[in-house]
């Protein structure tokens, strides 16, 4: 029956008998979808020519970014940027991508915050490693712009959805006050 409601183009499904909640909550879901906040996306890569052109094509799809070229100076960056995603390059110096990614999940703050790593390395054993470290995709330069937009942005709005799950508790659908409390506090930071 899910199957069928998917094929007729439905994008919930509720099992009877129906939690009036949750059906509340879903259709608020929806209709604030719109209205929602920008995703905001930030982009760490050496090459300063090449992070504008992908600063430029988030910006035309309505995300809020904000691109560097200097990875040592991530954390003032996070801290005041607050972003959803994060978008690495490997190889860049002072400090390479998987690197970075590594300390970034030693904070609390950023052990969940989505990592895609856009690099031009081709090496399997290199790309596993990035992904071992935390990171939750790796694309290969050059990319297509809409798969790009297409992977950023499911991403960040998957994280978005997981952090509202967390906001409520399972048993009670009452705020959580202590995972609550944490992201305010990280967005405060």
Do not use: W
């Not at 390479?96 to 790593?117: C, K, S, V, W």
């Amino acid at each position: 029956t899910r199957l069928a409601a998917y094929r007729a183009g439905s994008n919930e499904f509720f099992v009877k008998p129906l939690d009036k909640d949750v059906l509340t909550d879903k259709i608020k879901s929806l209709l604030n979808e719109g209205n929602s906040h920008p995703y905001r996306v930030l982009l760490v890569d050496d090459d300063q020519l090449l992070v504008q052109h992908y600063a430029t094509i988030f910006q035309s799809v309505g995300c809020q970014v904000c691109a560097i070229s200097q990875p040592l100076k991530i954390i003032e960056f996070l801290v005041d940027f607050k972003p959803d995603i994060l978008l690495l390059d490997v190889h860049m110096p002072d400090c390479n991508g998987i690197e970075l990614a590594g300390t970034l999940r030693q904070h609390d703050a950023y052990a969940y915050m989505p990592i895609i790593f856009l690099s031009r390395e081709m090496n399997l054993h290199q790309q596993f490693s990035a992904r071992k470290i935390g990171g939750d995709d790796f694309l290969v330069k050059p990319i297509d712009e809409k798969y790009l937009v297409s992977s950023v942005l499911n991403r960040a709005q998957r994280s978005r959805q997981i952090l509202e799950l967390t906001y409520k508790d399972p048993m009670t659908g009452l705020l959580n006050h202590e995972r609550l409390s944490y992201e305010l506090e990280r967005l405060v930071r």
